[in-house]
Nanobody, 118 residues
Framework: VQLQASGGGLVQAGGSLRLSCAASGRTFTDYIIGWFRQAPGKDRDLVAF????????YYSASAKGRFFISGDNAMTTVYLQMNSLSPEDTALYYCATRRVDSTKWDYGGRGTQVTVSS
């Protein structure tokens, strides 16, 4: 699935951003859609994922209570609403997919940079 992440930017600590992940040419049916982030010099981390039908949602410990993942009705776009941002959230964010019966993520697209100033 070809993916396009957008919505990043520069925000002050405590602010909010909403990231979007759009599927090109198809829907997310039968997929799990995840948001990952990677800061310079650090490992890639899974932030959240959602099953295409909304039947399963996961948040990392750092995201829980601040970030919210959702999809549009047509399930062609998945959003990550990020609230109460801190400088520790600064990273390149990108989305990925995997089929519901697979454990292999497909990182099919460029990310969007999120920078949080203190």
């Amino acid at each position: 699935v070809q993916l396009q992440a957008s919505g990043g930017g520069l925000v002050q600590a405590g602010g909010s951003l909403r990231l979007s992940c759009a599927a090109s040419g198809r829907t997310f049916t039968d997929y799990i859609i995840g948001w990952f982030r990677q800061a310079p010099g650090k490992d890639r981390d899974l932030v959240a994922f959602i099953r295409w039908d909304g039947g399963s949602i996961y948040y990392s410990a750092s995201a829980k209570g601040r970030f919210f993942i959702s999809g549009d009705n047509a399930m062609t776009t998945v959003y990550l609403q990020m609230n109460s941002l801190s400088p520790e959230d600064t990273a390149l964010y990108y989305c990925a997919t995997r089929r519901v019966d697979s454990t292999k993520w497909d990182y099919g697209g460029r990310g969007t940079q999120v920078t949080v100033s203190s």
